[in-house]
């Protein structure tokens, strides 16, 4: 079947993900794995209101303490003060952790590929935060979800997208596609762009990613086995959508996000597909 022109496409491999010694122990890493069982049991049980966004990010704050995982940067949070709508914000995309860090940064309406809700872990998180799902190989609902995430945004709630569409293993990685920031200039709403980056002892990473064939199941027991991870939620200026086409604002907000990044770290092509399209 040809891919739509939706349909994001990565060259990232399980060859990009760094290894090293994990350092966590058996001990250990299966004691992480027991909390995070459990903090995602009580969130299960929590019902509607993990819908509630200090529910929301408690319970994401607590699944990344749950794995070891550290925190830094947007301390203030991730939506744009002083405005009457609420605001889109956009990020690379580099694993299932993104979102983990970013609902821990600001409780948000995530905006997601619909396979993210077959996820085991996660899958069950972000269907009981009121995740919007997408189907990244076909345009036919694209306007109507266009439409929903504008509507959101005008009734003051953040949304959270990840405009690359895949995820790559580091910053930078490929090109934003386009159609979610109709919404943001529908509704006047302002865009956040936020670059992710891992570190391990403070020395960016690729161990987290989640790209190519490589499972998810192999990149939780990386994570969970692994000590000095940490993820750094990097907020850029905001932009306003007043001047702008959905063109235009997509790609303001990916140098903001790229000028960040800390490169290939392991030899991928970045960079090297044509821009987004949407």
Request: with cysteine.
């Amino acid at each position: 079947m040809t891919a739509s022109a939706w349909a994001a496409v990565s060259p990232c491999t399980p060859a990009c993900v760094t290894e090293g010694p994990p350092g966590a122990g058996r001990a250990l890493t299966l004691r992480r794995y027991a909390a995070f069982a459990a903090t995602l049991a009580g969130a299960a049980a929590a019902g509607k209101r993990l819908g509630e966004g200090a529910e929301l990010q408690a319970r994401a704050r607590s699944l990344m303490a749950d794995l070891g995982v550290g925190l830094s940067g947007a301390e203030d949070g991730l939506a744009v003060p002083g405005t009457r709508t609420g605001t889109l914000i956009v990020a690379n995309h580099i694993s299932w952790l993104d979102v983990l860090a970013l609902l821990a940064t600001q409780p948000a309406t995530l905006l997601a590929k619909r396979e993210v809700g077959q996820w085991p872990v996660v899958g069950t998180l972000v269907r009981r935060a009121g995740t919007r799902f997408i189907d990244r190989e076909g345009l036919r609902g694209l306007p109507e979800t266009v439409r929903e995430l504008g509507a959101l945004l005008r009734s003051g709630e953040s949304v959270i997208v990840f405009p690359e569409g895949t995820t790559w293993c580091s910053v930078p990685g490929g090109p934003f596609r386009r159609a979610t920031f109709q919404a943001a200039i529908d509704a006047d709403a302002p865009v956040r762009p936020v670059t992710v980056t891992y570190l391990r002892h403070e020395v960016p990473t690729t161990l987290p990613a989640f790209v190519g064939e490589g499972t998810f199941a192999a990149s939780f027991r990386r994570v969970a086995g692994t000590r000095g991870l940490s993820v750094r939620i990097t907020a850029h200026a905001p932009l306003r959508p007043a001047g702008h086409d959905r063109r235009s604002l997509a790609a303001l907000a990916q140098a903001a996000v790229g000028q960040q990044g800390d490169g290939a770290l392991h030899g991928c092509l970045h960079g090297a597909l044509p821009a987004g399209t949407g």
